[in-house]
Every structure is written in structure tokens, then in C-alpha cells.
């Protein structure tokens, strides 16, 4: 299939500082230059348009256990949102956690191509890869979560190796079939398997006496010995706690230089300043964003209404339970590898802290400089469900609109926020960056995220509307390595995406260890445990990065 | 290999295999033993109104009762992963209702876990980290059959000191004792009412004064062992707890475990997953958005744990579409036109309109099931070459030529 975009403003970053009005040439589903055009392309008039790459959300949750727990407990959502009639969206239905077919299918409508799960349990993943084979229309990948498995930290207690922990991680990786090393509350969800209640980065853990900071610091060497493209993401110790801010920047010191991705930061920007003792620590962490760049955030925005908490961390979800809305929750240890705490809950406008939450959120955004290393997400559905990014957008890119939300919020938040007196409005480019370009970029994928030749044909068009909710709610026209499958905000065909993985080379001598582990601990065999090839996207395999 | 029938997911199994004939071998089960034999050839023919037919036919005949259906039943759903995404999207195609063999069970614990919510743990943690197991009602070794040598081994990696199993209102049998020979197990009868011996335990716990004061005795000792517990694992057999009472049993042992959680650990383990249920289940949420029990409708999909249980709905059904593919299993007495993909050795009260014998997974063909715990899910292999055709090759052929005829 050939065709051109012809007249759009192409806002693409990664190539081009500016937006320039020019055509785009598809070949097979990749980009070409201009010139290889030979004439026989479907031409796609798109002037008055903007044109950029599909978007990419490096951190949302949308497949695997804790996800359907989510579903389960969140059937009025479900009853609220039914599926929209129409053959292709059949059964398609719910909001704060849709199915895994309307999550392909919203997505798409908003002109997204990839989205990644960033909590992938490995005794879960398995069901992460069965439920991505029922979303159409997006590539995907997880984030694999050590930090509080029992091998590992038992390893670490016995001091092994910095090669041995590579070799691990390597291992489990490749196992699962996942293209990243996810962090969550290092030593904290185990630790509250021993019936710890807390953990910060420097207190040692129940049992194996490790401080977060150490989990931290050999899981970070053992990214850095695999190459992986990403950096360790993490999320840190102390998630919802107000006073958190001091430990998150001490995380970034922990770093010590080398590359890591802190995530949600909003939830982990908490001052306790103030008579009511929750206080933004936004601008204190912006700041030392700007000063580390080995540093990378994704912020996790707040917005209002219902949604659903769903979250490894259980130590921090254990002690959100009161908060619940509706008042249901589940709970769960899981397998000696992690666990999981899904709590429901309704952020309101008239709530101080959920309102304050909310300008730390925009705080975050309009106080990095650097748009390269900040990412936009809602941490779907922990924030807000996915589908307000459009006008999350708006917030970001027009300071009457902020300003005019800001009059609705609970007036104390005022006083506790500098957010109107930030004059900053993101740019289309900018805007490219954050949801595209940069989320491309931070996990070595070269033919993502941008509009140059040998990209893959993953490609939105947005009417240039003045309104940049409307504007970004439905793509004109999105394209899937090359086919049509959204116009006017529908989608109008299905295809299957990607499963993106990450295969790092280490040494296999490791395995004897895990094979022991799981016979004598787990119950389950090695071999059981390890995902084949031919179980990810029912057979097609999946996408290995940087192997085309 | 792998066992796919109960749902506690032994993968440890050897068998021998000699053309089509597969026998499992020690450590299995008896039940997995069973249900694992097979002897020689499995020719069995699809049947249309009981005589046999080209699988072609039989498709076709099953297509056509579907599209003239104005009320569908997807009942038995034993099939694995594959199996039941390919009969969601025949429901999808041609509406119905969705509900599992094994859902009885599955729903006394899930209206609990749906309404309120629980502490849950899995089968590793139990082997691991439980110094005390309470087992509520009856053993559940004859139905898992290896349940306490998979989660009360000997050697666990983190409980420390000898291992407590106290079996609440049930008696270990002769294998469970066995299995648990190196644990301390002691029994606490219950006299009336298992829900409220729990309730009573739960106010123990709490430090508040029970309000009867009968059998408060042995659950005082009871209250304090679990009291001094590090990590407590209540587990229970659902579908085996009394039929009167079993809903209030799964609710008083959450709110036993919530209390426990205040001051220490402690997680629940419902047992069971009986022939993919948990998988069934688990398709459904990500598929459908809710879970077995629903009805899924142009514009209407809604769900409802009574009236689209299997027996309600089938009161207004005209087609039941009837798969049970990993045991012979009839299906229930139902007064309309039945479609079955079923073993082939399923024994009908009266014959299905269609019948197509369907290959079983893990021994005719490889697929996934899902676990007890609902996290993990299991790999199976073909031990054999079989030329019966899964459930996802019939209801994936269904669907095809459904989809022309479908409104």
C-alpha cells in the first residue's frame, strides 16, 4: 500500500525543530523520501492539518491481573460505559478500565500506536500477553517488576555478584518476554509480606536487611551491564506520603549519575508544609530534574472523577484502603515475586488534597524545561483513565483554559500552588515530544516516534483546531504502519499490532539457580514459568527492539 | 507436564505415551490419573439429530441453529484460553449468555470479592511464608488431590518454627494427613453454623465481646494461635462449603483475614478452577468487561450473578451451546436445542441436536489454563496426535459463517 499526505503541517520533532508544510510518503508501511514517490501513492489531502507521528504512552495500565481485578471490582463503570454499537467496537465497553478491546480502540480514536504496561508481575505476565492479543490496533510491551522478588534480594543478602544480578535480570526478562525493568517500592512490597508497614530508601528491609537504595542501585547496574535502552523505571518508596518529596530527591542523588526514570513523580511530590500539612514539593523537584540530566520523569497527572487505583505497591495501597470509592478493595501477595492493591477511588475538585494533587501535576509539567525528559501520562487509570489526555493537553497548552479550571478547585488550593503565576504554554512540538518523540526515543526505538524516512508508517492527522481538547480527542485520520484504520475520531478497521520485547545477551549459567528456585520454592517448573515466542500475539512473536 | 483439570496446576506430572494411549504416572493424582487415561484410537464422528456427519456438516447445522436462535446459552465453557476467547467472539457475534459448569463455586467467593473486596494470596506464598494454615470446611484433597504437598511442604523458605494446620468444621482425610505428616494439624469441629464460628473468631480477634458465648472455648485457643501468627493463609474449598451458608462463610473468613491484617499477615486462598474456570473468568473481564454470568447484547451487555447463572437462564434460552472439553461432563437438563462440543465420551440424557466430539486440552493439544490463585496461568503441550479438532477450530468456524447470517 502507497500513499501521501498531502499539505499538512508536519510537526515532528525528532527530525525538525519546526513545523513545515510538506508532504509524507508511505511505501509498505514505511516512510520514504519524497523522492522515491513514483505517483501511484492514494493521496490523503490534509491541509489546514497537523501531522505527526502516532502517539506513544510509556506508562499506562492496560493488561494483566491487577488490571482485570480493576474490571471486577468496577461494574458500574462498566454498566455506565457501554459498548458503542457498530460491528468493529462491539464489545468494547467500560472508562476507568476499559476492555482490552476498547483500550485499542480509544487509544486509536486519540491517535495512539503504542502503549506500554509498566507493572508487569512475572508470574503474571503470561496473562499480560494473552489480554495483548485482544487489543487491536496498538504495539505494546510490559515493564518487568523486580525489586522485591525473593531470588533477588536473597542474592543480594548473600552478596552476590554485580554479574550475577545481570545474569538474573537478563534471564527474567527474556522469560517474560518484556522490554524493561520496572521498580516498585524497592524492599517495601516485600517487606510488608514480613509484616513491615513502611520502608524508606535507607532503612534496611525485614529478613534480608537491604535498604531500598541498595535493590535500587544493583538493579540499575544490571540495566546498565544488559545496555538496555531504558533506564530503570521507578517507582519509588513512599508513594501518596506526604513529606515524600525529601525522598524522592534523595532517589535522584541515588542515581548517582546514571540514567533513571522516576514515574508518577506527581504522587511523590509531597511537601508537608501548610496548617494542612500537604504542601507541593513540585518546584523543589523540577529543579533537581533540571539540574541531573541522567534523570527522566513521567508525571501522572490527576484529573476528576471516578477511576481506579491499581498498583504492585501493596505496603502503599494497604494504607490508601480507607480512602476507597466505592468501599471495595483487593488486595494480594503474589508468588514471592510481588504483589498487587486495587483500590477504587473518586478524585474530587472540592477536595483539597485531591485538587492540590492536580496543580502538582501541572506544576511538574510547566516547570521542567527540558520536554525530552518529561513524559505525559495520567498513569492510567491511577490518575485518570487514559481518555483525558486531550484535555490534559489543553491544560498544558492554554494558560486561560488552566486558569479558568483552576476557579472551579477548592479555594484553598490557591493560596498552596504557584500555578497561575506559571505563564508557560506547551507548543505542538512540544506537545510531539512529550507524546511521541521522547517516549520513542527512551526506549531505543529508532523507527518510532517520528516522521522521517525508514519510520514505520504510524501516523495521526489532527485537524488544526484552536481548541486543543477537540483537536486531540479524534485524530482526522490515523494510520497503522500505513493503513487508514481511524477517520473522523472512528475506527474504521482493525489491525493487530506488535508485542515489543527486549533480548539483552548475559550468561545462561544463572539458569541453574532459578531452576532450583522454582522447584524448591515457586511449586512451578522453570520451564512452565518462561514464556515461548510462539505464546506472544497468538503466534506471531513478538517484535525484538533494535532487531528492525 | 502440566494438569490442566483441577485448577491447582500441578506441572510436575510424567506420562507414558504409546500411540494414542497416554497413562499419567506418579506423583499424579488419582483424579489427574483418571482423567489423563487414554486408551487407544478416539475416532468419534460428529453427530447431527444422531447421526453421524462431515465436521463440515455438523458446523454448518450448529451455524444455522444460531443464527434462527433468539436466545442463546453458552453454558459448561470448559475449554482453555484459546478456546473460550473463540466462544466469547461467537457470543459476540451472535449474542448470548456466558456462564461456566464450575461457576457455583466461583461466585460464592467472588460475591464477597465483588462487593467488598479481600486480602488474597497465592500458592507460593502459602508453601512459603505460612506458619498457620486454617482450613475452613471440608478437606479438599479429594478434590486437589495433592493440595497440602503443594502448599504445606516441609521446608518452607520464611515461616519459621513447626507449621500449623487447623482444619475449622471439616476433618482431614487419610491422604491430607499424610501429606501434612510433618506439620502440627489439629481439628476444631464446629457444631452448628461454620459462617458463624468464623464470625465469632473474627470478634475473638478483634478484641470484641462475643455476643454468644457457646463454643467460644476452643475458638479462644483457635483465636490466639492465629493472633500469633505471622503470616495466617485461610483457605476453603467454595464449592464444597454448606450450600445454605457458603456466600456468608466467604465473607466472615474476609473479614477474619482483614482483622488479622491489622496487626500481622495474612492472606485467603479459595481452592478451586476446576476445568479452566478461573481462565473463563478471566477472558471474560478483559473481553467482555465483566465477569462469567452475562449476557452479552448489541448495545446491552450486562451482568447479573442469579438470573444469568446457568440454571435461571436456561429457563429462557432456545440454543444452549454446551463445550465441555476437558471431562465428560452432560449437560444439564434443558427443554430447548442443544449444541454440544463436548469429550467425545460425554454421556447425553437425551441427544444434542449437534454434537462435535472436541479434543482435550493438554493431551490432544497444547493451549494455556488458568490457576486457583488467578495469577498464574500455565503453558499445556499435545501429548498425543490427535484428529479431533479443539474447541477454538469449531467455534472460530462457527463464527465465520454466523457472521453472514447474524442480523
Redesign the interface.
Known sequence: MKLRLKGGRVVDPANSGTSLVRDIVVHDGRIVPEEAADGTEDTYNVDGHVVMAGGIDLHSHI?G?K??LA???M?ED??AH??P?GPLC??G??HA??????TGCRYAEMGYTAVFEPAV?A??A??MH??M??IPLLDTGGYLVLGND?LLLEMLAEGAGRQAIRDYVGWMLEATQCMAIKVVNPGGINA????GRRLDLDEAGP?YALTPRRILTALIGAVTDLGLAHPIHLHGCNLGVPGNVETTLDTIGAAEGLPLHLTHVQFHAYGTEGERRFSSGAARIAEAVNANPNISIDVGQVMFGQTVTASADLMSQ?RNRGI?DP???????????SACG?VPFRYRDKSFVNALQWAIGLELFLLVEDPWRIFLTTDHPNGAPFSTYPHLIRLLMDKAFRDAEMEKLHPAVRAHTNLASIRREYTLEEIAIITRAAPARIHGLSDRGHLGPGAVADIVVYPDNGDREAMFSRARWLFKAGRPVVRDGEVIDLVEGQTIVARPGFDRHIEGRIVRHFD??????AA?FR??DE?IRDGAGPLIAGRG | MVCPFCGLGCDDLTVEIEGEAVTALPPACGNAARLFARGGSTEAAPLVNGAPVELASAVAAAARMLAGSRATLFAGLGADVAGLRALVALAETVGGVLDHDASPGLFRALSTAQRRGWIATTIAEVRNRADVVLVIGADPTPTFGRAFERLVPPRPAYAQGPRRVIFLGGEPGETARAQLAHAEVTVVPVAGSLADALVLLEALLAGRRPVADGAVGALRSLAEILGRARYAAVIFEAAALPEEEGDLVVEAAVALVDTLNLKTRAGILPLGGRDDVIGANQVMLWRIGFPLRTAVRAGGTGHDPAAFATGQAAHDTEVMVWTSAFRPVPPPAFAGRTIALAHWQTPFASPPEVFIPVATPGIDHGGHVFRTDTVVSLPLKALRRSSLPSVADIARAITAQAHGRAR
Open positions: 493488561a491481573g488490571v482485570n474490571r471486577m471490582l461494574h462498566r454498566r457501554p459498548e454499537p462491539g464489545c465497553g467500560g478500565v476499559p476492555t482490552a478491546h476498547a508481575v508470574t503474571n503470561r496473562q494473552l489480554e492479543s485482544d525473593d510488608f509480606k514480613f509484616n529478613h494497604y476507597a468501599k471495595r478493595w483487593i488486595g494480594m501477595d503474589i508468588e514471592c515475586d486495587v524448591e520454592r515457586i511449586g512451578l517448573k512452565h514464556i515461548a505464546e
